[in-house]
C-alpha cells in the first residue's frame, strides 16, 4: 500500500482508540495513586478571609498558605502597555472567578477527595463581580488586580488614516458584533497524574497536553526544579484544541503535592469542572465602520475589538494573544485601502483567556463576513460579486497585506467561485422564490478567511511572548531490525499527526506505515518541540521528519551500495530496501550491518549511524496561509426559531494534502465546532457572574444530528516556502461557518427585515428578533 | 461529580421498600437517569437508596378488564420497542422514541419520570393527555390518583412520605385514540422547551388537549379541546395563543410563541389547520 505524503489511509492510532485500549491519563495505573478534587471559588470576586481544614485531614488538604515555595504564573510580554498578572496555582488573598482552585485535597479515590473538599470551609468576602467588558471598563469598576488602576491587561492601537476612504466612500456601514463566551469541551477534559521517580530523581508528569516540552518549562521554572529533573509525559490526549496548550494550575499545584506526599497523584477534570473554570474562550465585541464604494469595493475599515480575557494571564500565550491576533486578522483576505484599529483586552471576573481553535479568527471572520453582505444588501450587488471583487487576486500573489501578513500563495476567488458553483449559488434565487410559495424560508450565506499556519520565530516574538518557538527538532531512525522509528517532541491528540509524520517518513524511505513507530510527547524520549498549537505541527514536525528521514535516506543509501558493492549514487530506496536493478539490500539487512555485523561494513564507515535529528523551520518565519471559502443554505423556521442547515460546502486549499483522508476529517470536526459557535454553544452568567450553563443540559453542544453532510472541495497550491508545499489546516474550519450561517439565516430573514449581529443565533436569539420586527410594524411610525 | 457517600439495597416485598423508607434520609431509585446527574452534582444527598426492581410486579405490563397496567419500573426503551406481551398504544411508543438518547432510554423508567415531575418531561404531558392512573403504595395503603391530578407543580406529585408509584394504567381504548403530540427542542435528546399534546376517542366523546414544558404541572385547555371535538376544525393560531396567554400570564413572549407552535403543531397532526 501507498503509505508516504498524500495517501488517502486511514489512521493508525484508530485501532486502539476503536478498541477502547488508547491510555488516557485516566487509564494509566500506578501502585499507590491517590486521587485529587479541588476546593474551588463559589463567588466571582471576593477576599479569602480564612481556610478551615478539616480537623483531622490536615494533611491532606493543601492551601496556597502551604505552598511558600511555589511560584505563581507569570505571563510577562515585551509589548507596551501591558500588564502582568500573578496567577497563583492556589488563589491568594483573593479569588477572581468561579471555579478558581482554592484547595487541593487527595484521598484514595475521587469520591472521598470530593468529600475532604466539601468539608473545607472557606470564609469570603463578597467584592462587586466585574462580568462584562463594560462593566470592566466603568470608571468606577472593581478592580480585579488592586495595583493596576484600571482593568485593562492591554491595549493595542494600529492607526491608519481613513481620511480618503471617508472623503471617498459613498456607503458607511456601521455595526456592532458580539459573540459568546464558550468551552471548549474536548472529549477528555484535562487530567494529570505526577509522581516523583527517587531512581532517575525526576518529578513525572503525565499530562494531558498539546505542548509537553512547554510544560515541563513551566513546571520546572514554578517549582524551582532544574528541567533535568522534570520529566513530562502527554499519553493520548482526547482533543486539545488549545485547552491543552497552556500550563495549568492544576498541573502545578498537583505535582506540589504528588512531591510533598511522595506518592503518585492524580486528577481528571470533570465536565462541570470544564463548563465552569474552563470557561475561557471566544467572547469579543466589535463595534465596525466600513467605508464603500458604490459598486462595493470596500475602501476602508475602522474597528474597535472587546475581547473579554478574564481574570488571568495563561502562559505562555498571555491574555493578549487573542487581541494581537483579533487586530492583525480582521481584514483577513480581503485587500483594504485603510485600516484603523484599537484592541481592549478587558480583564473581568471569568476563567483566563484560552486561545481556541483559530484564535480570535471565528470572531473575526464572523465580524468582517457580516460586514461584506452589509455592504452588499446596501449596494444591491450579490455577496459573492461583492466579495470576490474585495478579495486579494490570485495575480497579487504572494502579498502583503494592509497589517504585514504575507500571503504566500493561493486564489482566493477562485476558491470563493468555487465554493458557490458546489452549492449552486446561480440557481439559489430561484429556488429561494419557490421555497418562499410554499411559505419556506431560506437563505445562503458565503464565509472566506485565511488561516496564518505555522508562524514562527518573528510573529511570535512580535507578540511579545515569554516563549517562541525556533526551530523544530525530530528524529528519524533505523531499529536493529530494520523497522522506522519516528520521535517528536510535538503532540498527536486526535488530529492524526501520528500518522501523518509517519507518511512523510515513508515518503523518503518508501516503506509501509505499519513499519514506522511513532513516538511522540514524552519529554524523556523525543527531541524538543513547543508543540502542537497554531496549525503547526504538519508543516513543523512534518517538515523536520522530512528533514531527518531524508538524512536517513541518504546513509542507508551510503550502506545498501556498500553490501550491494555499487556506489551510493547508482542505488534507490524501494520498498524497505536500496535497490540497484534487480540487486537489494533490504532495510533488515542494513540494519543488521549497522547494528549487530559492523564486520559486514566498512572501516571507514560513517559513525553518524542510523538515528537522525534533524531541526527544520519553512523558509519565511511569517507563516504559509491556508484559505477557504465556506457556504451554507439554511432554512429557518419563524415558528420555532430554529436553523436547519440544508446544505454546507467547503472549498480549501492547504497546499500538500499529506492524508486527504485526515484532512476531511479535521474539516468535518472544525465545522462542527464553528457550527456549534454560530448557533449552539454560549457560557452565560448571571448578574454576578455565575455561570448558569454547568453541565451539558445548559451548554448545548450540536450533534450529529444537528449537522449537515458536509460537502468538501480541494485546491492543492502548494507553498513555495516550506517543505513539501504543505500548510496547515488544524484550525481553519472552525473559524468560517458563523459568518456563513449567519449571513444565511439574515439572507433567509431578509423578508422581515431581521438581521442578526449576535452569535450563537439560538431559536431564543432568532424569535427575539422576529417578534421585534413584527412589533415595529404594528407600531405605525 | 462524585455522589456523597450513600447505601444502597433492594427489597423484595411492597412492606420491605416501605420501611425502608421510613428510614432517614432514604430514596428510591429507579433508573437513576435524573436521580443519578443530581447526586453527582450533589444536588441530592440521599442517605440510603432503595431500588425498587427487584419488587414483582414492577417491571410487568399486562392487560385485565379494559385496562393496560405498565409497571413503574417499565423503562422508556422498553415501550419504545412495544417489548411487551400486550399491545401497547401507539402514541407510547411514538413517545417513549422521542426521549433523550437510547442509553438513557435503556435505563430510565416511566415511574421514574412521573415522580421526578420535570414540567419539561415527555411523560408526565403524555399520560395526562392520556388520561392514566397511577397506583401509589404506600407502607399501610393503596391508592389510586389520576395523573392529571398527581403532579402539582415542578418537582412536586402528589406522592406522600414513604408512598410510591406502583403501576401506571390506561384504558385499553387509547389504543384507538386519534392522537397528536409535538415537541420543540434545541437538540435532538434535549429536554423540551415546549411541548403539546392532543388526544380524541370519538367512540368515548373523550377529547384532551394538555400543553407541557410551561414550567408547572401539565396544562390543560377543556374548552378548546371540547371545541375540537365538536367542529372537528383546527382553531389557529391566533386562538390558541390568546389562551395560552390568558393561562400563562408569566410566560414570556419567546415562551408563549413556541408553545403556540407546538400547540398548533400537535392539534394539526389530526386536524389539518
Ligand atoms: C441526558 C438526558 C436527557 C433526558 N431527556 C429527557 C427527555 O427528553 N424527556 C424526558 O421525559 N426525560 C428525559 N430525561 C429524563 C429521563 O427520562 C429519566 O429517565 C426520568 O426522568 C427518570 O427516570 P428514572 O427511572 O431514571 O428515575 P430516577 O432517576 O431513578 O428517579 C427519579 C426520581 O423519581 C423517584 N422515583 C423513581 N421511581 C419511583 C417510583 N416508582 N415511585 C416513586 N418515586 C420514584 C426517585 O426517588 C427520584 O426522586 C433525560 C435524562 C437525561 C440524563
Not at chain 1, 468561579?98 to 473545607?120: F, H, M, Q, S
Not at chain 2, 400570564?249 to 407552535?261: F, I, N, Q, S, W
Request: charged share 20%; glycine share 10%.
Amino acid at each position: 500500500m501507498q503509505s508516504g505524503i498524500g495517501a488517502r489511509i486511514p489512521r493508525k492510532e484508530d485501532a486502539r482508540h476503536l478498541k477502547g485500549k488508547a491510555q488516557f491519563v485516566g487509564d494509566i495505573k500506578i501502585a499507590g495513586t491517590w486521587e485529587a478534587a479541588f476546593v474551588r471559588s463559589p463567588l466571582a470576586h471576593a477576599r479569602i478571609t480564612a481556610i478551615h481544614k478539616p480537623q483531622g485531614a490536615e494533611a491532606r488538604v493543601f492551601t496556597a498558605e502551604d505552598m511558600v515555595d511555589l511560584a505563581p504564573i507569570r505571563c510577562e510580554s515585551t509589548l507596551p502597555s501591558y500588564k502582568v498578572s500573578d496567577y497563583p496555582a492556589l488563589a491568594q488573598g483573593k479569588v477572581r472567578y468561579v471555579g478558581e482552585c482554592i484547595a487541593i485535597c487527595i484521598a484514595p479515590t475521587r469520591a472521598e477527595a470530593e468529600d475532604l473538599a466539601e468539608a473545607v470551609r472557606v470564609d469570603l468576602e463578597p467584592l462587586a463581580p466585574v462580568v462584562s467588558v463594560e462593566q470592566a471598563l466603568a470608571p468606577e469598576a472593581a478592580l480585579l488586580h488592586d495595583d493596576w488602576g484600571d482593568n485593562l491587561f492591554l491595549t493595542t492601537n494600529h492607526a491608519g488614516d481613513l481620511t480618503e476612504a471617508k472623503a471617498k466612500a459613498t456607503v458607511v456601514i456601521e455595526r456592532e458584533y458580539e459573540t459568546a463566551r464558550q468551552a471548549m469541551n474536548p472529549m477528555e477534559g484535562k487530567g494529570v497524574l505526577a509522581h516523583w521517580d527517587h531512581k532517575a530523581e525526576q518529578l513525572v508528569a503525565y499530562t494531558s497536553t498539546q505542548v509537553p516540552h512547554l510544560i515541563r518549562t513551566g513546571l520546572s521554572e514554578c517549582l524551582g526544579l532544574d528541567q533535568a529533573e522534570v520529566r513530562v509525559i502527554a499519553p493520548d490526549v482526547g482533543g486539545g484544541f488549545g485547552y491543552k496548550c497552556v500550563l495549568q494550575p492544576e498541573e502545578l499545584s498537583l505535582a506540589w503535592v504528588a512531591r510533598r506526599v511522595d506518592r503518585p497523584i492524580r486528577w481528571t477534570e470533570d465536565r462541570r469542572e470544564h463548563l465552569t473554570a474552563g470557561a475561557n474562550t471566544r467572547q469579543h465585541k466589535y463595534k465596525i465602520t466600513a467605508y464603500a464604494d458604490d459598486t462595493g469595493r470596500l475602501l476602508g475599515l475602522d474597528a474597535d475589538i472587546w475581547v473579554d480575557v478574564g481574570a488571568y494571564s495563561v502562559w505562555p500565550f498571555t491574555a493578549c494573544l487573542e487581541a494581537a491576533q483579533a487586530g492583525g486578522n480582521l481584514p483577513g483576505p480581503y485587500d483594504l485601502g485603510a485600516y484603523a484599529c484599537r484592541t481592549y483586552s478587558v480583564a473581568t471576573n471569568k476563567p483566563g483567556f484560552t486561545p481556541y481553535r483559530g484564535v480570535a479568527r471565528p470572531g473575526v471572520c464572523f465580524a468582517m463576513e457580516l460586514t461584506m453582505d452589509a455592504i452588499a444588501r446596501a449596494v444591491g450587488r450579490d455577496p459573492l460579486e461583492v466579495r470576490c471583487l474585495n478579495l486579494v487576486q490570485g495575480a497579487a500573489m504572494p502579498y502583503t497585506n494592509i497589517t504585514g501578513k504575507f500571503y504566500d500563495s493561493g486564489d482566493y476567488p477562485a476558491a470563493a467561485r468555487a465554493a458557490a458553483e458546489m452549492i449552486d449559488s446561480a440557481n439559489f434565487r430561484a429556488r429561494q422564490k419557490a421555497a418562499a410559495a410554499e411559505g419556506r424560508h431560506i437563505g445562503i450565506g458565503f464565509s472566506t478567511f485565511t488561516e496564518q499556519s505555522a508562524h514562527g520565530t518573528k510573529v511570535f516574538a512580535a507578540w511579545g511572548l515569554p516563549l517562541v518557538p525556533g526551530y523544530e527538532q525530530a528524529m528519524v531512525k533505523l531499529t536493529p531490525s530494520g523497522t522506522v522509528e519516528v520521535r517528536s517532541g510535538n503532540h498527536s491528540f486526535g488530529q492524526g499527526l501520528e500518522t501523518t509524520i509517519a507518511q512523510v517518513a515513508c515518503e523518503w524511505l518508501k516503506t509501509d506505515l505499519a513499519q514506522v513507530k511513532v513516538t511522540m510527547g514524552d519529554t524523556g524520549l523525543t527531541p524538543y518541540s513547543t508543540g502542537a498549537y497554531a496549525s503547526r505541527g504538519m508543516v513543523m514536525a512534518g517538515g523536520a521528519v522530512s528533514k531527518a528521514a531524508e538524512e536517513l535516506a541518504r546513509r542507508l543509501k551510503i550502506h545498501g551500495a556498500h553490501l550491494l558493492q555499487c556506489k551510493p549514487d547508482e542505488v534507490e530506496i524501494n520498498d524497505c530496501a536500496v535497490t540497484n536493478g534487480i540487486a537489494s539490500a533490504s532495510f533488515a539487512e542494513i540494519a543488521s550491518a549497522w547494528y549487530l555485523h559492523p564486520d559486514r561494513l566498512p572501516d571507514d564507515v560513517n559513525t553518524a549511524g542510523l538515528e537522525v535529528t534533524e531541526g527544520y523551520k519553512p523558509d519565511i518565519d511569517t507563516g504559509v496561509f491556508t484559505y477557504a471559502t465556506h457556504a451554507a443554505i439554511v432554512e429557518v423556521d419563524p415558528a420555532t426559531g430554529r436553523t436547519t442547515i440544508l446544505d454546507y460546502v467547503i472549498f480549501e486549499d492547504c497546499g500538500r494534502r499529506v492524508n486527504p483522508l485526515i484532512l476531511d476529517g479535521q474539516s468535518y470536526g472544525g465545522a462542527a465546532q464553528g457550527i456549534g459557535t454560530a448557533l449552539f454553544e454560549e457560557v452565560i452568567y448571571d448578574a454576578a457572574g455565575q455561570p448558569l450553563t454547568s453541565t451539558l443540559a445548559d451548554y448545548i453542544l450540536p450533534g450529529p444530528a444537528e449537522l449537515p453532510h458536509f460537502r468538501l472541495g480541494h485546491a492543492e497550491t502548494l507553498s513555495p516556502y516550506s517543505r513539501h508545499g504543505i500548510k496547515g489546516v488544524g484550525e481553519g474550519a472552525a473559524i468560517a461557518p458563523a459568518g456563513a450561517i449567519v449571513n444565511a439565516i439574515n439572507d433567509a430573514l431578509s423578508g422581515y427585515g431581521v438581521e442578526l449581529t449576535q452569535i450563537p443565533a439560538t431559536p431564543h436569539r432568532v424569535l427575539s428578533a422576529l417578534l421585534d420586527a413584527q412589533d415595529k410594524q404594528k407600531v405605525p411610525a | 461529580m462524585k455522589p456523597a457517600p450513600f447505601t444502597h439495597d433492594r427489597p423484595d416485598t411492597a412492606a420491605a421498600v416501605a420501611s425502608a423508607l421510613a428510614g432517614d434520609g432514604a430514596k428510591i431509585i429507579a433508573g437513576g437517569q435524573s436521580l443519578g446527574p443530581m447526586m453527582n452534582l450533589r444536588l441530592a444527598r440521599p442517605a440510603h437508596l432503595v431500588g425498587l426492581t427487584a419488587l414483582p410486579g414492577m417491571t410487568e405490563i399486562t392487560e385485565t378488564g379494559g385496562a393496560i397496567h405498565v409497571g413503574a419500573g417499565v423503562t422508556h426503551a422498553r415501550i419504545e420497542d412495544g417489548d411487551s406481551p400486550v399491545t401497547l398504544p401507539p402514541m407510547l411508543r411514538h413517545v417513549a422514541r422521542g426521549i433523550a438518547y437510547r442509553a438513557v432510554r435503556n435505563k430510565g423508567t416511566i415511574g421514574g419520570s412521573l415522580a421526578h415531575a420535570d414540567p419539561a418531561a415527555d411523560w408526565v404531558t403524555t399520560l395526562t393527555a392520556l388520561d392514566a392512573t397511577l397506583h401509589l403504595r404506600g407502607r399501610e395503603s393503596a391508592r389510586q390518583v389520576p395523573m392529571r391530578d398527581f403532579m402539582l407543580g415542578a418537582y412536586r406529585t402528589a406522592l406522600a412520605p414513604q408512598e410510591f408509584i406502583e403501576t401506571v394504567t390506561l384504558r385499553t381504548s387509547m389504543r384507538e385514540a386519534l392522537w397528536g403530540y409535538d415537541k420543540i427542542c434545541r437538540k435532538v435528546g434535549e429536554f423540551a422547551d415546549a411541548m403539546a399534546a392532543l388526544v380524541l376517542v370519538p367512540g368515548e366523546g373523550y377529547a384532551r388537549l394538555v400543553v407541557g414544558a410551561t414550567g408547572g404541572r401539565p396544562l390543560l385547555l377543556p374548552d378548546l379541546a371540547a371545541q375540537i371535538a365538536r367542529t372537528a376544525q383546527h382553531p389557529g393560531p391566533d386562538v390558541l395563543r390568546a389562551a395560552l396567554a390568558e393561562h400563562l400570564p408569566e410566560a414570556d413572549r419567546v415562551k408563549l410563541h413556541l408553545l403556540t407552535t407546538a400547540l398548533d403543531r400537535a392539534i394539526a397532526k389530526v386536524i389539518p389547520a
